[in-house]
């Protein structure tokens, strides 16, 4: 499938008269045309500024930014207006205009690209029904919960049917249930319209629920891009790990990393320790309780969880192995010959077993 975006070597510098900071360095990635695709990363790590230079909202340092392969950079201030306005945006403070009712601002952008007012209000009502508002039109944005205001932002955001929606942290302030719905939301649009999103967020479990495809920005640049399914089995950049065996959104991390600056963490001393996965091609058997009958050798289990993958059920474990080298290489063997994914640890997140893991 084509690309819709493409970014070439993107740089992004702010000057100031005392400082120089590269928010963006050497930045390249491709979105296909419908995917949901996913940027995430710390606070700091330049995310929102590169989504901000896809619409040239900022404007790049050096690089290229190219829409359905026009290069944005090259077009004049008219045909950039044009481009951005099939460029929709949401943002994490739903950014409505608080005098104005619901109706109203998804008639907004309308009215500016001179749609006629009757059928302006004819649109926004068809957006209204499609986001599960109809009932709330006459109300006013101070009326509302925050995921009702998050839905009228993204029905305004596609008043002007856009080809692309640029999500900015657009759950950050809502609950995990409203989070949910809104993602729920958004997964129906594209799946019913095609339209292209981009979602800008720090949390890897928005990630896992609706992307298809992720970048991990850290420090300005990308660490490590491709799809979201083979990133969380075979994690391979320190972020992506971060974010995928430690079980931790980077806000979260960021602080225990703070916490952790003041006491001592103790630390476990497995041999070796293992990530495992388990993939459609897993086998159904028990297959640590038959490992360890096998091979007569304790597993010290750190870590079990099972996470929603694009709408899989994945299940994981973190395993302290044998200390006797020769017998955990052929347990990894057994375990990969039984269709799971196993990554090699060790080392790795000592702050997460702490507590140490059940003795199996």
Request: hydrophobic share 40%.
């Amino acid at each position: 499938m084509a690309a819709i975006i493409e970014v070439e070597h993107l740089y992004k510098t702010f000057q100031t008269k005392e400082l120089k900071v590269e928010a963006l360095k050497d930045i390249s990635l491709s979105i296909e045309k419908g995917d949901v695709f996913g940027i995430i990363g710390m606070s700091g790590a330049g995310k929102s500024t590169l989504v901000r230079c896809l619409n040239y909202l900022e404007v790049p340092t050096k690089g290229t930014v190219r829409v359905e392969g026009r290069e944005l950079g090259s077009l004049s201030p008219s045909e950039l207006r044009e481009l951005r306005s099939k460029i929709g945006m949401i943002f994490q403070n739903f950014n409505l205009l608080m005098q104005n009712t619901v109706i109203d601002n998804v008639c907004f952008p309308l009215l500016i690209h001179g749609t006629k007012k009757a059928d302006a209000k004819k649109k926004a009502e068809k957006l209204l029904e499609t986001v599960g508002l109809s009932e709330k039109a006459k109300s006013y944005p101070a009326q509302l919960s925050g995921g009702q205001r998050q839905r009228v932002a993204i029905a305004r955001a596609l008043a002007c049917d856009p080809k692309i929606l640029l999500c900015d942290e657009a759950t950050s302030a809502l609950d995990p249930q409203t989070t949910q719905q809104i993602l729920a939301l958004l997964r129906k649009i594209n799946a019913e319209t095609g339209i292209t999103i981009v979602i800008i967020t720090h949390s890897m479990s928005v990630v896992r629920e609706i992307c298809h495809n992720v970048a991990i920005v850290e420090s300005g640049e990308i660490v490590e891009q491709g799809l979201v399914e083979d990133i969380f089995t075979h994690p391979k950049s320190r972020a992506a790990r971060r974010l995928i065996i430690e079980g931790k959104d980077p806000e979260q991390w960021e602080r225990e990393q703070e916490e952790k600056a003041v006491r001592v963490i103790p630390e476990l001393h497995e041999a070796q320790r293992i990530r495992i996965v388990y993939t459609s091609n897993s086998s159904y058997e028990p297959v640590i309780a038959n490992m360890i009958l096998k091979f007569q050798e304790p597993v010290n289990i750190l870590k079990a969880d099972t996470k929603d993958v694009g709408g899989v059920a994945r299940g994981e474990m973190i395993l302290g192995l044998s200390d006797n080298k020769e017998i955990a290489r052929q347990q990894i063997q057994y375990l990969e010959d039984r269709g799971l994914a196993v990554e090699d640890i060790t080392g790795f997140g000592d702050a997460v077993y702490k507590n140490g893991g059940e003795k199996r």
